[in-house]
């Protein structure tokens, strides 16, 4: 599904949600709300080792609050992107064209 729906749907999805509720939040709420739900997602793997959370992925229940949380952190930066007029595509694109030249890939 990655391959078929662009950033420009979920974008789409997510000001249909908050516009359908009426929530506008400001910038500083959605920036909080996205830490709260980054903090929801950390709270998955705390006090687990790479190998517990490597057999818990195999686990339906588990998965699917991974999911969860990490579909809430992505509704949160859309949200916070969208009320701050960033194109999420544009900034992530040249961010990581910086990245690439901050961190030069490893010689074969
Ligand atoms: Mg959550």
Redesign the pocket.
Known sequence: MDDETTIGQMNADAEKFYDDRGWNHDPKDLAISTAI?SA??LEIFRFRSGEEVKELLKDPEFSKSLR??IS?VALNLLGLAHACGIDMSEAFTQKMRENVKRYPAKPE
């Open positions: 739900e929801e997602l969860d949380e809430d």
